[in-house]
């Protein structure tokens, strides 16, 4: 995993789920989430790296609800950019604005704040163009 300059800030995770999946997230029981890309969004104000680290190692206790998920999906790319904690909803809020974005879970990643979700699911991958031009808005 690459090692960010910055021990601060929001991240993005790109995952790919290759099939379907019925996935118990703990406490919120079995869901069910559909083959195709997802994009989770979080914030590490401290210790970024080692938070991202701990997301992409594959001996953990399953504690957040994205540490469920990641039990099936693949870890395609991290992204994360020095940016207050306020950027995690925006962001959120922002790829939940383009039309093809879909929620398949209420709520998830989303439990300290008022946003439908954190993991906003996609049919095909969102271009690094794209996700740049949001991020500096």
Known sequence: MQSFSFDSG???????????????IGARGKEVFPPGYYYYIGT????LNA??????????????????????AVIQEVLA???DAEWECRLAGKLLERE??????????ASDCSCSTHLIFFPR?????????????
């Open 10 to 24: 929001i991240y993005m995770l790109e995952l790919f789920m290759f099939k379907p999946g019925r996935i118990e």
């Open 44 to 47: 590490a104000q401290n210790n």
């Open 51 to 72: 938070r991202l680290e701990r997301h992409c190692s594959d001996y953990k206790n399953s504690h957040w609800h994205i540490d469920y998920l990641l039990e099936e």
């Open 81 to 83: 950019w020095p940016k």
């Open 100 to 109: 093809e974005s879909r929620v398949v879970s209420s709520g998830f990643g």
């Open 125 to 137: 991958k969102l271009s690094r163009d794209y996700i740049e031009e949001v991020i500096e808005l």
